[in-house]
Protein backbone atom coordinates (compact mmCIF):
# COMPACT_ATOMS: atom_id res chain seq x y z
CA UNK A 1 0.00 0.00 0.00
CA UNK A 2 1.84 3.51 -1.26
CA UNK A 3 1.97 6.14 1.65
CA UNK A 4 -1.05 8.28 0.34
CA UNK A 5 -3.16 5.20 0.04
CA UNK A 6 -2.25 4.46 3.55
CA UNK A 7 -3.10 7.93 4.58
CA UNK A 8 -6.19 7.74 2.82
CA UNK A 9 -7.27 4.30 4.99
CA UNK A 10 -6.67 5.84 8.03
CA UNK A 11 -8.66 8.80 7.52
CA UNK A 12 -11.63 6.79 6.25
CA UNK A 13 -11.09 4.53 9.52
CA UNK A 14 -10.77 7.60 11.43
CA UNK A 15 -14.17 8.93 9.47
CA UNK A 16 -15.74 5.55 10.36
CA UNK A 17 -15.21 5.49 13.86
CA UNK A 18 -15.93 9.05 14.69
CA UNK A 19 -19.62 9.12 12.57
CA UNK A 20 -21.19 7.19 15.60
CA UNK A 21 -19.68 9.63 18.13
CA UNK A 22 -20.56 12.60 16.30
CA UNK A 23 -24.07 10.81 15.86
CA UNK A 24 -24.14 10.43 19.62
CA UNK A 25 -22.78 13.92 20.65
CA UNK A 26 -25.91 15.60 18.64
CA UNK A 27 -28.41 13.36 20.37
CA UNK A 28 -26.69 14.64 23.81
CA UNK A 29 -26.82 18.06 22.14
CA UNK A 30 -30.71 17.77 21.48
CA UNK A 31 -31.66 16.16 24.92
CA UNK A 32 -30.09 19.26 26.20
CA UNK A 33 -31.81 21.83 23.58
CA UNK A 34 -34.91 19.74 24.78
CA UNK A 35 -34.99 20.75 28.20
CA UNK A 36 -33.52 24.70 27.29
CA UNK A 37 -37.08 24.57 25.00
CA UNK A 38 -39.49 23.04 27.58
CA UNK A 39 -37.89 26.08 30.11
CA UNK A 40 -39.67 28.58 27.19
CA UNK A 41 -42.87 27.03 27.18
CA UNK A 42 -42.17 24.80 24.07
CA UNK A 43 -43.88 21.40 24.22
CA UNK A 44 -42.48 17.69 24.17
CA UNK A 45 -44.71 17.40 21.66
CA UNK A 46 -43.67 20.23 19.82
CA UNK A 47 -40.22 19.62 20.15
CA UNK A 48 -40.35 16.13 19.12
CA UNK A 49 -42.25 17.26 15.85
CA UNK A 50 -39.52 20.06 14.99
CA UNK A 51 -36.65 17.53 15.93
CA UNK A 52 -37.97 13.59 14.32
CA UNK A 53 -35.58 12.80 12.14
CA UNK A 54 -32.83 15.23 11.97
CA UNK A 55 -29.53 14.93 12.05
CA UNK A 56 -25.75 16.32 12.49
CA UNK A 57 -25.71 18.30 8.96
CA UNK A 58 -21.86 18.75 8.09
CA UNK A 59 -22.60 20.68 4.66
CA UNK A 60 -24.37 23.16 7.06
CA UNK A 61 -21.09 23.77 8.38
CA UNK A 62 -19.24 24.03 5.07
CA UNK A 63 -21.72 26.66 4.22
CA UNK A 64 -21.12 28.68 7.27
CA UNK A 65 -17.25 28.86 6.89
CA UNK A 66 -16.77 29.28 3.40
CA UNK A 67 -14.97 32.29 2.15
CA UNK A 68 -16.09 33.39 -0.55
CA UNK A 69 -13.50 33.61 -3.06
CA UNK A 70 -15.00 35.99 -5.59
CA UNK A 71 -16.14 39.18 -4.53
CA UNK A 72 -19.24 39.71 -7.14
CA UNK A 73 -18.79 43.51 -9.41
CA UNK A 74 -22.32 46.12 -8.42
CA UNK A 75 -22.45 45.48 -12.07
CA UNK A 76 -23.12 41.61 -12.06
CA UNK A 77 -25.01 41.84 -8.86
CA UNK A 78 -27.47 44.14 -10.36
CA UNK A 79 -27.73 42.46 -13.93
CA UNK A 80 -28.72 39.17 -12.07
CA UNK A 81 -30.88 40.79 -9.80
CA UNK A 82 -32.93 43.30 -12.05
CA UNK A 83 -32.88 41.77 -15.73
CA UNK A 84 -36.25 41.90 -18.42
CA UNK A 85 -36.86 38.38 -16.89
CA UNK A 86 -37.18 39.05 -13.09
CA UNK A 87 -39.61 42.43 -14.65
CA UNK A 88 -41.70 40.15 -16.49
CA UNK A 89 -42.35 37.52 -13.62
CA UNK A 90 -42.83 39.98 -11.05
CA UNK A 91 -45.34 42.16 -13.45
CA UNK A 92 -47.21 38.49 -13.73
CA UNK A 93 -46.49 38.00 -10.09
CA UNK A 94 -48.23 41.71 -9.03
CA UNK A 95 -51.20 40.78 -11.64
CA UNK A 96 -51.76 37.45 -10.10
CA UNK A 97 -51.32 38.64 -6.50
CA UNK A 98 -52.61 41.88 -7.17
CA UNK A 99 -55.97 41.88 -3.97
CA UNK A 100 -53.19 40.86 -1.52
CA UNK A 101 -50.69 43.43 -2.64
CA UNK A 102 -53.31 46.51 -2.02
CA UNK A 103 -54.36 45.19 1.16
CA UNK A 104 -50.87 45.12 2.18
CA UNK A 105 -50.47 48.74 1.00
CA UNK A 106 -53.37 49.57 2.45
CA UNK A 107 -52.87 48.39 5.65
CA UNK A 108 -49.19 49.03 6.03
CA UNK A 109 -48.81 51.98 3.78
CA UNK A 110 -45.94 50.83 1.85
CA UNK A 111 -46.56 51.03 -1.88
CA UNK A 112 -46.88 47.54 -3.71
CA UNK A 113 -44.26 47.74 -6.23
CA UNK A 114 -41.42 48.36 -3.07
CA UNK A 115 -43.19 45.06 -1.41
CA UNK A 116 -42.92 43.20 -4.71
CA UNK A 117 -39.61 44.16 -5.12
CA UNK A 118 -38.83 42.77 -2.17
CA UNK A 119 -40.39 39.63 -3.00
CA UNK A 120 -38.50 39.20 -6.28
CA UNK A 121 -34.91 39.89 -4.78
CA UNK A 122 -35.35 37.44 -2.15
CA UNK A 123 -36.94 34.77 -3.82
CA UNK A 124 -37.45 35.27 -7.08
CA UNK A 125 -41.75 35.53 -6.55
CA UNK A 126 -41.35 32.22 -4.54
CA UNK A 127 -39.47 30.17 -6.56
CA UNK A 128 -36.47 30.02 -4.72
CA UNK A 129 -37.25 29.49 -1.28
CA UNK A 130 -34.42 27.31 0.42
CA UNK A 131 -34.50 23.45 0.42
CA UNK A 132 -32.07 23.22 4.31
CA UNK A 133 -34.48 22.41 6.84
CA UNK A 134 -34.15 25.19 9.52
CA UNK A 135 -34.38 23.17 12.98
CA UNK A 136 -31.69 20.75 11.42
CA UNK A 137 -29.26 23.47 10.34
CA UNK A 138 -29.83 25.72 13.65
CA UNK A 139 -29.29 22.29 15.78
CA UNK A 140 -26.28 21.31 13.54
CA UNK A 141 -24.96 24.47 14.51
CA UNK A 142 -25.28 25.13 17.86
CA UNK A 143 -24.46 21.73 19.15
CA UNK A 144 -20.98 22.39 16.54
CA UNK A 145 -20.01 25.15 19.13
CA UNK A 146 -20.75 27.62 16.31
CA UNK A 147 -18.94 30.99 16.80
CA UNK A 148 -22.09 32.40 16.70
CA UNK A 149 -24.00 29.50 18.78
CA UNK A 150 -26.05 31.70 21.16
CA UNK A 151 -27.66 33.51 18.23
CA UNK A 152 -28.11 30.29 16.70
CA UNK A 153 -29.76 28.89 19.91
CA UNK A 154 -32.29 32.36 19.39
CA UNK A 155 -33.30 31.42 16.53
CA UNK A 156 -33.88 27.40 16.72
CA UNK A 157 -35.98 28.80 19.82
CA UNK A 158 -38.01 31.15 17.54
CA UNK A 159 -38.55 28.76 15.14
CA UNK A 160 -40.03 25.55 17.63
CA UNK A 161 -42.60 28.57 19.20
CA UNK A 162 -43.52 28.53 15.40
CA UNK A 163 -44.08 24.90 15.52
CA UNK A 164 -45.75 25.26 18.27
CA UNK A 165 -48.20 27.98 17.58
CA UNK A 166 -48.53 25.77 14.56
CA UNK A 167 -48.30 28.39 11.93
CA UNK A 168 -46.03 26.17 9.94
CA UNK A 169 -45.56 22.82 9.70
CA UNK A 170 -42.52 21.62 10.34
CA UNK A 171 -42.07 20.12 7.18
CA UNK A 172 -42.27 23.48 5.29
CA UNK A 173 -39.55 25.24 7.28
CA UNK A 174 -36.96 25.27 4.67
CA UNK A 175 -34.94 27.98 4.02
CA UNK A 176 -30.96 29.07 3.84
CA UNK A 177 -28.21 27.64 5.87
CA UNK A 178 -28.34 30.50 8.17
CA UNK A 179 -32.22 29.97 8.60
CA UNK A 180 -34.14 32.79 6.40
CA UNK A 181 -36.75 31.25 5.75
CA UNK A 182 -40.25 32.19 3.36
CA UNK A 183 -41.58 33.87 0.20
CA UNK A 184 -39.65 36.99 1.75
CA UNK A 185 -36.83 35.47 3.50
CA UNK A 186 -37.29 35.95 7.44
CA UNK A 187 -35.18 34.90 10.18
CA UNK A 188 -37.23 33.45 12.67
CA UNK A 189 -36.68 35.86 15.43
CA UNK A 190 -37.84 38.45 12.75
CA UNK A 191 -40.90 36.31 12.12
CA UNK A 192 -41.95 36.59 15.54
CA UNK A 193 -41.69 40.29 15.88
CA UNK A 194 -43.40 41.60 12.52
CA UNK A 195 -45.00 38.72 10.59
CA UNK A 196 -48.50 39.06 10.43
CA UNK A 197 -52.05 37.40 9.06
CA UNK A 198 -52.41 38.47 5.39
CA UNK A 199 -55.30 36.01 4.86
CA UNK A 200 -57.44 35.96 7.92
CA UNK A 201 -57.07 32.32 8.50
CA UNK A 202 -55.37 32.92 12.13
CA UNK A 203 -51.95 31.74 10.67
CA UNK A 204 -48.85 33.67 9.93
CA UNK A 205 -47.52 31.30 7.14
CA UNK A 206 -44.49 33.46 5.29
CA UNK A 207 -44.29 29.81 3.52
CA UNK A 208 -47.23 29.05 1.50
CA UNK A 209 -49.37 32.16 1.86
CA UNK A 210 -48.54 35.39 -0.04
CA UNK A 211 -50.86 37.62 1.31
CA UNK A 212 -49.48 36.72 4.92
CA UNK A 213 -45.89 36.95 3.21
CA UNK A 214 -46.11 40.40 1.16
CA UNK A 215 -48.36 41.94 4.74
CA UNK A 216 -45.28 40.62 6.64
CA UNK A 217 -43.01 42.71 4.60
CA UNK A 218 -44.82 45.78 4.45
CA UNK A 219 -45.25 45.40 7.93
CA UNK A 220 -41.10 45.37 7.95
CA UNK A 221 -40.78 48.28 6.21
CA UNK A 222 -43.24 50.36 7.94
CA UNK A 223 -41.66 49.71 11.28
CA UNK A 224 -38.39 50.60 9.79
CA UNK A 225 -40.07 53.92 8.84
CA UNK A 226 -40.79 53.92 5.62
CA UNK A 227 -42.62 56.88 4.49
CA UNK A 228 -45.04 56.35 1.58
CA UNK A 229 -45.71 58.97 -1.02
CA UNK A 230 -41.94 59.55 -0.59
CA UNK A 231 -39.39 58.28 -3.53
CA UNK A 232 -36.48 56.26 -2.18
CA UNK A 233 -34.25 57.94 -4.44
CA UNK A 234 -33.47 58.60 -8.33
CA UNK A 235 -30.40 58.58 -10.42
CA UNK A 236 -27.99 61.83 -10.50
CA UNK A 237 -25.22 62.99 -12.81
CA UNK A 238 -22.67 64.03 -10.90
CA UNK A 239 -20.51 67.32 -11.98
CA UNK A 240 -16.80 66.68 -12.93
CA UNK A 241 -14.34 66.67 -10.04
CA UNK A 242 -17.08 65.49 -7.41
CA UNK A 243 -14.81 64.33 -3.97
CA UNK A 244 -16.04 61.20 -3.28
CA UNK A 245 -15.51 62.17 0.02
CA UNK A 246 -18.86 63.90 0.13
CA UNK A 247 -20.87 60.79 -1.04
CA UNK A 248 -23.01 58.17 1.54
CA UNK A 249 -26.62 57.47 1.98
CA UNK A 250 -26.10 59.09 5.58
CA UNK A 251 -24.44 61.92 4.57
CA UNK A 252 -27.70 63.72 3.93
CA UNK A 253 -28.30 67.00 3.11
CA UNK A 254 -30.62 69.90 1.16
CA UNK A 255 -31.11 69.50 -2.07
CA UNK A 256 -30.49 72.66 -2.31
CA UNK A 257 -26.76 72.04 -1.24
CA UNK A 258 -26.19 68.88 -3.80
CA UNK A 259 -28.02 71.35 -6.51
CA UNK A 260 -24.96 74.03 -5.39
CA UNK A 261 -22.38 71.41 -6.18
CA UNK A 262 -23.25 70.73 -9.80
CA UNK A 263 -25.51 67.15 -8.80
CA UNK A 264 -28.47 67.32 -11.33
CA UNK A 265 -30.80 65.05 -12.11
CA UNK A 266 -29.43 61.99 -14.74
CA UNK A 267 -31.48 63.53 -17.60
CA UNK A 268 -29.72 67.19 -16.61
CA UNK A 269 -32.74 68.39 -15.01
CA UNK A 270 -32.49 69.85 -11.49
CA UNK A 271 -32.68 67.72 -8.48
CA UNK A 272 -36.65 67.95 -6.73
CA UNK A 273 -37.87 67.01 -3.63
CA UNK A 274 -38.04 68.49 -0.05
CA UNK A 275 -36.52 65.54 1.99
CA UNK A 276 -32.98 65.95 2.38
CA UNK A 277 -30.64 62.97 0.05
CA UNK A 278 -27.43 61.22 0.44
CA UNK A 279 -25.58 60.62 -2.89
CA UNK A 280 -24.64 56.63 -3.24
CA UNK A 281 -21.61 56.32 -5.54
CA UNK A 282 -21.38 52.22 -5.67
CA UNK A 283 -18.93 51.81 -8.32
CA UNK A 284 -17.09 55.53 -7.33
CA UNK A 285 -17.74 58.31 -9.18
CA UNK A 286 -17.12 57.29 -12.50
CA UNK A 287 -20.17 55.24 -12.54
CA UNK A 288 -23.74 55.50 -11.84
CA UNK A 289 -24.96 57.38 -8.67
CA UNK A 290 -28.23 57.99 -7.17
CA UNK A 291 -29.63 60.19 -5.06
CA UNK A 292 -31.23 58.29 -1.78
CA UNK A 293 -34.23 59.74 0.99
CA UNK A 294 -34.41 57.88 4.00
CA UNK A 295 -36.46 55.78 2.32
CA UNK A 296 -33.52 53.57 0.98
CA UNK A 297 -32.45 52.94 4.59
CA UNK A 298 -35.65 51.09 4.98
CA UNK A 299 -34.43 48.93 2.30
CA UNK A 300 -31.28 49.04 3.27
CA UNK A 301 -32.23 47.84 7.14
CA UNK A 302 -33.97 44.55 4.75
CA UNK A 303 -30.45 42.83 4.71
CA UNK A 304 -27.93 45.42 5.47
CA UNK A 305 -26.04 46.08 2.21
CA UNK A 306 -26.34 49.03 0.28
CA UNK A 307 -26.30 46.86 -3.01
CA UNK A 308 -29.24 45.25 -1.85
CA UNK A 309 -31.41 47.96 -1.13
CA UNK A 310 -30.20 49.42 -4.65
CA UNK A 311 -31.38 46.53 -6.12
CA UNK A 312 -34.73 46.62 -4.82
CA UNK A 313 -35.24 49.90 -5.25
CA UNK A 314 -34.45 49.81 -9.63
CA UNK A 315 -36.68 46.54 -9.10
CA UNK A 316 -39.19 48.63 -7.96
CA UNK A 317 -38.95 51.43 -10.49
CA UNK A 318 -38.95 48.73 -12.81
CA UNK A 319 -42.43 47.56 -11.81
CA UNK A 320 -43.98 50.54 -11.94
CA UNK A 321 -43.04 51.17 -15.72
CA UNK A 322 -39.74 53.35 -15.25
CA UNK A 323 -36.36 52.61 -16.75
CA UNK A 324 -33.70 51.10 -15.13
CA UNK A 325 -30.11 52.57 -14.59
CA UNK A 326 -29.28 55.05 -17.21
CA UNK A 327 -25.22 55.69 -16.44
CA UNK A 328 -23.07 52.89 -17.66
CA UNK A 329 -20.87 51.28 -15.29
CA UNK A 330 -16.79 51.71 -15.27
CA UNK A 331 -16.20 48.23 -17.19
CA UNK A 332 -15.48 46.94 -20.46
CA UNK A 333 -17.05 43.90 -19.62
CA UNK A 334 -20.80 43.94 -19.52
CA UNK A 335 -22.47 42.02 -17.08
CA UNK A 336 -24.58 39.09 -17.97
CA UNK A 337 -28.22 38.76 -17.31
CA UNK A 338 -29.78 35.70 -16.29
CA UNK A 339 -30.31 34.59 -19.46
CA UNK A 340 -27.20 35.20 -20.69
CA UNK A 341 -25.64 33.28 -17.84
CA UNK A 342 -27.70 30.20 -18.89
CA UNK A 343 -26.64 30.37 -22.10
CA UNK A 344 -22.95 30.88 -21.19
CA UNK A 345 -23.20 27.42 -18.77
CA UNK A 346 -25.12 25.45 -21.64
CA UNK A 347 -21.72 26.30 -23.87
CA UNK A 348 -19.27 25.45 -21.37
CA UNK A 349 -21.28 22.24 -20.64
CA UNK A 350 -21.63 21.60 -24.50
CA UNK A 351 -17.54 21.72 -24.09
CA UNK A 352 -17.49 19.00 -21.44
CA UNK A 353 -17.60 21.13 -18.86
CA UNK A 354 -19.00 20.12 -15.93
CA UNK A 355 -21.37 23.13 -14.88
CA UNK A 356 -24.53 21.89 -13.35
CA UNK A 357 -27.87 22.46 -13.96
CA UNK A 358 -27.67 25.36 -16.57
CA UNK A 359 -29.37 27.81 -14.46
CA UNK A 360 -27.96 30.91 -14.55
CA UNK A 361 -26.71 30.80 -11.11
CA UNK A 362 -23.08 31.04 -11.26
CA UNK A 363 -21.15 28.59 -8.66
CA UNK A 364 -17.55 27.47 -8.28
CA UNK A 365 -17.66 24.85 -10.94
CA UNK A 366 -19.17 27.50 -13.85
CA UNK A 367 -16.13 29.77 -12.66
CA UNK A 368 -13.57 27.49 -12.68
CA UNK A 369 -14.97 26.47 -16.31
CA UNK A 370 -14.55 30.36 -17.40
CA UNK A 371 -11.13 30.21 -16.48
CA UNK A 372 -10.15 27.65 -18.09
CA UNK A 373 -11.52 29.22 -20.81
CA UNK A 374 -10.02 32.24 -19.77
CA UNK A 375 -6.59 30.51 -20.02
CA UNK A 376 -7.30 28.94 -23.42
CA UNK A 377 -7.79 32.25 -24.82
CA UNK A 378 -5.23 34.12 -23.23
CA UNK A 379 -7.02 36.35 -21.13
CA UNK A 380 -6.65 37.34 -16.83
CA UNK A 381 -7.95 34.08 -15.18
CA UNK A 382 -10.95 36.06 -13.66
CA UNK A 383 -13.92 33.28 -13.59
CA UNK A 384 -16.10 36.28 -13.81
CA UNK A 385 -18.97 35.36 -16.15
CA UNK A 386 -18.67 38.71 -18.41
CA UNK A 387 -19.60 39.86 -22.24
CA UNK A 388 -16.04 38.91 -23.11
CA UNK A 389 -16.60 34.91 -22.36
CA UNK A 390 -19.82 34.64 -23.33
CA UNK A 391 -18.71 36.14 -27.12
CA UNK A 392 -15.70 34.43 -26.90
CA UNK A 393 -17.96 30.77 -26.82
CA UNK A 394 -20.40 32.37 -28.89
CA UNK A 395 -18.10 32.92 -31.97
CA UNK A 396 -16.82 28.76 -31.43
Known sequence: ????????????????????????????????????????????QAFR????????????????????????????YMAALVDEERVDDGKAAMKQHGQALANAESRYSVDRYTIAAVWGVESNFGKNLGKMPLVQSFATLICANHRRKDFFKGE??????????????????????????????????TYQRLAVDGDGDGRRDLVDSVPDAVASTANFLRVAK???????????????GFNAGAAGRKNRHAVSHWASLGVTRIDGRPLTGDAPIGILIPAGVNGPAFAVTK???????????????????????????????????????PPLSRAERRDLQTRLAARGYDVGEPDGKVGSKTRDAIKEIERSLGMPQTGRPGAKVLEALRRG
Open 156 to 189: LMATLKIIERGDIDPSRLNGSWAGAFGQTQFMPT
Open 226 to 240: WQNGQPWGYEVRLPR
Open 295 to 333: NFDALYSYNAAESYGLAIAVLSDRLRGRPGIQAEWPTDD
Open 1 to 44: MTPRATLTALFCLAGTAAAPAARADFQDCLAGLQSQAAAQGISA
Open 49 to 76: AATNGIAHDPKVLELAGAQPEFKTPIWD
